[in-house]
């Protein structure tokens, strides 16, 4: 198959996809497209959002249909890097045995990354980065496909950590979820208050997976696209010679060398899905806000004057 007609292909099967999910899923389009997006591309995704919007839920039903498989950690303050990475134990022989954790596994659900303290957070650094884990001075490679979707409560902040900007920056999406519209809340009451329940279907594999992060990455992308993505994020840094006013009064950091190729393979990816063979500037817009919003840090006058990050980064176009 010719890698435009597998885009063709890649369009039907994505829009059987969110079809399947939407069984389980109500509303939420926006979270269930970026997260499809960080998958297709490879990436790790944040998603942020006040509790019982459907973020475990979310990516419990994304695993089923993608044919992936699925760990959930409760991260909690007193919980150790052993229990994400696994750990040796003496065996009846008297020889150290290793017991995988469940960081080995495709998805894994790091649900409220933000409540345990920084050292077991950066237990997952290498795994994120590397697709590997160093247990005991012995190295495991992770099977691939490999992601970190992690849930976050924006507004309770007692007995939390915050992210480090390290951490943050190997997550490929900051995705919010909103509160459901009035329609959708009800459907969501309907569905949840049932002794029906739905059930999803699979309709893909680990190795399709792989193929078609191979395929995006295969897609050309004009220079002009390449240099405007890289100016935009150019654009964050407050001392850099091409700040914005905005940026300059309003940002404290701006974004690394990281959120450049984010930009331009979450364009392939997103041009893609919706049936063109090559992304455009447009593009690039589109999945600005959840790549750059968590890894440019406001300072106290952007806060104190409400600020939004959407503003800043939607100035930057």
């Known amino acids: 198959m010719s890698d435009v007609a597998a885009i063709d292909h890649l369009v039907k099967r994505t829009v059987a996809l969110k079809a399947e999910i939407a069984k389980v899923i109500v509303g939420q389009n926006d979270a269930v497209d970026f997260v499809i997006l960080s998958i297709f591309c490879g990436g790790h995704s944040l998603l942020i959002g006040v509790p019982g919007l459907a973020k475990t839920l979310l990516v ?67 795994a994120m980065e590397e697709r590997s884990v160093t247990v005991a001075g012995h190295h ?14 924006p507004i309770e902040q007692e007995g939390t950590y915050p992210l480090p900007e390290a951490q943050l920056d190997r997550f490929m999406f900051s995705i919010h979820l909103e509160y459901p519209s009035f329609e959708e809340e009800v459907v969501v009451v309907k569905n949840t208050t049932s002794i029906y329940k739905e059930k999803t279907s699979s309709l893909f594999s680990a190795d399709e997976i792989i193929e078609i992060q191979q395929l995006i990455r295969k897609i050309p992308v004009a220079d002009n696209v390449i240099e405007y993505a890289v100016n935009l994020v150019s654009k964050t840094r407050p001392k850099g010679s091409n700040a ?51 890894r440019i840090v406001k300072n106290y006058k952007a806060e104190a004057e409400g600020i939004s990050m959407t503003k800043i980064i939607t100035s930057l176009f």
């Open 244 to 294: 914005t006013d905005l940026v300059r009064n309003y940002v404290d950091w701006g974004a690394g060398p990281r959120a450049s190729q984010n930009l331009v393979l979450g364009a392939k990816a997103y041009a893609a899905l919706r049936g063109k063979y090559s992304p455009n500037i447009e593009d690039v817009q589109a999945v600005a806000i959840p790549i750059l919003s968590h």
């Open 60 to 126: 419990h039903t994304i695993s089923d249909t993608l044919g992936l498989n699925f760990k959930r950690i409760q991260f909690t303050p007193d919980l150790m890097p052993s229990d994400i990475l696994g750990s040796e134990i003496l065996d009846e022989n008297r020889k150290f045995t290793f017991i995988k954790g469940p960081i080995f596994s495709h998805i894994v659900l790091a649900d409220e990354i933000n409540r345990t303290p920084p050292k077991t957070q950066a237990a997952l650094l290498e």
């Open 140 to 153: 495991y490679t992770l099977e691939r496909p490999f992601y970190v979707l992690a849930t976050q409560n």
